[in-house]
């Protein structure tokens, strides 16, 4: 099966950027999402990234892709205390002839002023 | 507006009870999942369907089940609830193929098994 990993916490300034990073295992992978999850709230999509990109900008936020590292990272320019939030790495891949989505542990960030 | 909604919100009972959790969507997707959300876990899928009369076990599935028996649809029962599965639980739905596409998901349900 495919395996997410990200880390559990960031600390980040407002107007800071923030670096939320993720890795997988299977190279399989066709989609990779960011969701966001607000306090209360369920999972929102944010951006996705096709496993043929290097890198996906949309505003402030930059998806980077490193097929090589199995290394996904979310960077989200210009922080607000609005980012705060849990941010969910997803990966999709594929088990012959199915496909399946596994997500990250989370990681938690918190703007500070 | 097109909408996935779950009840209850919040709900506590006793082990051994039986529950179920509902989830509606007016998207009319056809895939539609349960996922358990636990610190640490992140999210795990428990059930998930791919149309009507379709549904498969996730990675988490024991004690669990779903069936769908219209598109809108997929509730989720605790047979005999544990304290083990005291969790928030999420459904979502998606209009992709299999595993792949946006998944749009509901406020969640809260579940203490005491």
């Known amino acids: 099966g495919e395996d997410v990993e990200q880390s559990l916490f960031l600390s980040v300034r407002e107007g800071d950027s923030s670096v939320i990073n993720c890795t997988y295992t299977d190279s399989s992978s066709t989609y990779l999402y960011w969701y966001k999850q607000e306090p209360g709230a369920g999972l929102q999509l944010l951006t996705y990234?096709?496993?043929?990109?290097d890198m996906k900008q949309d505003q402030r936020l930059t998806v980077l892709l490193n097929k090589k590292d199995k290394h996904l990272s979310l960077r989200i320019a210009d922080t607000q205390t609005g980012d705060s939030a849990i941010y969910f790495c997803?990966?999709?891949?594929?088990?012959?002839?199915?496909?399946?989505?596994?997500f990250g542990t989370g990681t938690r960030l918190q703007v500070t002023l | 507006d097109a909408e996935i909604t779950q009840s209850p919100r919040h709900k506590i009972t006793e082990t051994g009870r039986q529950v179920t959790l509902a989830c509606h969507q007016t998207w009319n997707h056809n895939n539609m999942f349960w996922y358990r959300q636990d610190l640490g876990h992140g999210l795990r899928l428990i059930h998930y369907?791919?149309?009507?009369?379709?549904?498969n076990k996730g990675e988490v599935s024991d004690g669990y089940s779903v069936s769908r028996s219209n598109t809108e649809d997929l509730p989720l029962t605790l047979e005999s609830a544990a304290s083990s599965q005291t969790s928030v639980y999420f459904c979502a739905s998606s209009g992709g193929q299999g595993a792949n596409g946006e998944l749009f998901f509901g406020e969640g349900s809260r579940l203490t098994v005491l």
């Open positions: 997803a990966v999709t891949w594929h088990t012959g002839t199915a496909s399946k989505l596994t």
């Open positions: 369907s791919y149309g009507v009369h379709d549904t």
């Open positions: 990234i096709f496993s043929n990109m």
